[in-house]
C-alpha cells in the first residue's frame, strides 16, 4: 500500500498547498480519499486523474470536496487515446446524510454517488474500509483502510475532536494518518 499526500492544510489552501486529499494506491488500483482545494492539480503530478479507480469522502465541508466538481468535468472533458475514449464511470463513495452533497456526486457517465453508512464495511478494490462517526459539526466518519493481500492497515481520522473510540479503531495501524488543525478557539 502507498500513500501519497496531495493536500492536508484545514480550512483552505496555503502557500500553493491544498487541503486534505490523500491518494492510496495498491496494486495498481488507485483510490482517492477526499479532493480538497487544488487536489487535482497535485494528483496531475502522481497520476492521471482518468486513472481514478474509485473516490471515497469523509464528509461535505469544502476543503475536503472542493475539488469533485472540478474532477468530475476535467473526466468529462478530457479523453484517453488521442480523444477516442472517455474515462469509466468514477464511483464515488460518501455518506447520505447530507442529501444535496450526495447527490451532487453522480453526473451522468462521468460519476456514481455510492453510499456508504457508518455500520458498513467497504471493499473497494483491494481495499476492504470501516468508519468511524468522528465529533465534527457535521457528519463525517473517520475510515480505517486494510489492505486485504498484506493486511496492512491505514487509519484516517478525518476531521475530529479527540474521541476515546478512536484509541480502539486504531489499534494495530500500521499508519495514522489524523487530520488535524488547531485554530484557536476551534481546539475540539
Not at 156 to 183: C, H, M, Q, R, W
Request: charged share 20%; proline share 4%.
Amino acid at each position: 500500500m502507498k500513500l501519497t499526500i496531495l493536500g492536508y492544510w484545514g480550512g483552505y489552501p496555503i502557500n500553493n498547498e491544498g487541503t486534505s486529499s490523500y491518494l492510496v494506491e495498491s496494486e495498481g488500483f488507485h483510490l482517492l480519499i477526499d479532493a480538497g482545494s487544488a487536489s487535482l492539480i497535485s494528483l496531475e503530478n502522481h497520476l492521471d486523474p482518468l486513472e481514478l479507480d474509485a473516490v471515497i469522502l469523509s464528509h461535505y465541508h469544502h476543503d475536503h470536496v472542493a475539488d469533485i466538481g472540478v474532477l468530475q468535468f476535467m473526466r468529462l472533458l478530457k479523453r484517453k487515446n488521442n480523444g477516442e475514449d472517455r474515462a469509466s464511470l468514477l464511483p464515488i463513495h460518501a455518506h447520505t446524510e447530507n442529501a444535496a452533497g450526495f447527490a451532487a456526486l453522480t453526473l451522468d457517465r462521468v460519476s456514481e454517488g455510492v453510499a456508504y453508512k457508518e455500520t458498513d464495511k467497504l471493499n473497494i478494490g483491494p481495499f476492504e474500509i470501516t468508519f468511524m462517526r468522528t465529533l465534527h459539526p457535521v457528519p463525517c466518519f473517520a475510515m480505517r483502510i486494510k489492505e486485504v493481500k498484506t493486511e496492512k492497515i491505514l487509519v484516517y481520522t478525518a476531521d475530529s475532536g479527540f474521541l476515546p473510540d478512536f484509541v480502539p479503531f486504531s489499534e494495530k495501524a500500521d499508519l495514522l494518518l489524523a487530520d488535524t488543525n488547531f485554530f484557536e478557539g476551534m481546539e475540539n
